[in-house]
């Protein structure tokens, strides 16, 4: 967790901490670049083993000798560590937290939770959930911070922090065709049940948010469980 002023407003922000940001751009390209250097001998002594199957690709990697072979293989292991090292920093979901706003930035895609918007924020495991007066999901996504620097955080900007989520109790596991569900709502976790077995993460979003506007919240559990229960409105 950092602190700034942005725009002269004090803010945090929450994301890969420094460490992990060096673990991620020097750990990576390092990791990639030992594997690959060593590669043919690897795939070499795995051949030996007997209960190691025949593979082609093995066979392959085996072959491939000289002196620049295991230099070039470094190289690319690399250029490959490197390029994952970007891609998880990239990715990764980036909160900055100030007295008046939350902006939240994942991929290319940006968004803002204004103060008065917000009557609740915990952690579930490894997502971070922010929920509003009338115990709507205004976000609920996996957060690189540890807790107790998220929950410092908004505290430390007068956000609602509480331990764990107030409306634990009510959430129900979805089975198809629930009775106490409207037609609608079956049909759309129906699809989003899809949608998860087929990790269409913006599908799955976009269903979530069209549940909710029919009055009901959905998280994941295990296996592809979805859970559900209503909106609690003061």
């Given at each position: 967790?950092?602190?700034?002023?942005?725009?002269?407003?004090?803010?945090?922000?929450?994301?890969?901490?420094?460490?992990?940001?060096?673990?991620?751009?020097?750990?990576?390209?390092?990791?990639?670049?030992?594997?690959?250097?060593?590669?043919?001998?690897?795939?070499?002594w795995?051949?030996?083993?007997r209960w190691v199957p025949e593979h082609g690709a093995l066979r392959q990697i085996d072959s491939w000798d000289g002196p620049l072979a295991p230099l070039l293989l470094g190289l690319t292991g690399l250029a490959l560590g490197l390029l994952f090292a970007g891609f998880a920093i990239f990715t990764t979901m980036k909160v900055t937290v100030t007295d008046e706003w939350i902006r939240i930035q994942?991929?290319?895609k940006k968004r803002t939770i204004v103060r008065a918007e917000v009557d609740a924020v915990f952690v579930d495991g490894k997502k971070l959930v922010i929920l509003d007066r009338e115990s709507r999901q205004l976000?609920?996504?996996t957060s690189e911070a540890k807790a107790d620097d998220i929950a410092r955080a908004?505290?430390?900007?007068?956000?609602?922090?509480?331990?764990?989520?107030?409306?634990?109790?009510?959430?129900?596991?979805w089975v198809p065709d629930t009775p106490d569900l409207p037609g609608a709502v079956n049909a759309l976790l129906k699809a989003r049940e899809a949608a998860l077995k087929k990790k269409a993460g913006d599908d799955i979003a976009e269903l979530q948010d069209e549940v909710q506007k029919l009055g009901f919240v959905v998280?994941?559990?295990?296996?592809?469980r979805q859970y559900w229960r209503p909106l609690v409105r003061p």
């Amino acid at each position: 967790m950092t602190h700034h002023d942005s725009d002269s407003i004090p803010s945090s922000e929450l994301g890969f901490s420094l460490v992990d940001r060096l673990l991620l751009i020097i750990g990576a390209p390092l990791l990639g670049a030992v594997l690959g250097f060593f590669l043919p001998p690897l795939a070499g002594w795995l051949l030996s083993l007997r209960w190691v199957p025949e593979h082609g690709a093995l066979r392959q990697i085996d072959s491939w000798d000289g002196p620049l072979a295991p230099l070039l293989l470094g190289l690319t292991g690399l250029a490959l560590g490197l390029l994952f090292a970007g891609f998880a920093i990239f990715t990764t979901m980036k909160v900055t937290v100030t007295d008046e706003w939350i902006r939240i930035q994942k991929d290319d895609k940006k968004r803002t939770i204004v103060r008065a918007e917000v009557d609740a924020v915990f952690v579930d495991g490894k997502k971070l959930v922010i929920l509003d007066r009338e115990s709507r999901q205004l976000l609920r996504g996996t957060s690189e911070a540890k807790a107790d620097d998220i929950a410092r955080a908004f505290t430390a900007h007068g956000y609602p922090w509480v331990k764990t989520d107030p409306y634990e109790a009510l959430y129900r596991r979805w089975v198809p065709d629930t009775p106490d569900l409207p037609g609608a709502v079956n049909a759309l976790l129906k699809a989003r049940e899809a949608a998860l077995k087929k990790k269409a993460g913006d599908d799955i979003a976009e269903l979530q948010d069209e549940v909710q506007k029919l009055g009901f919240v959905v998280r994941d559990g295990k296996s592809g469980r979805q859970y559900w229960r209503p909106l609690v409105r003061p």
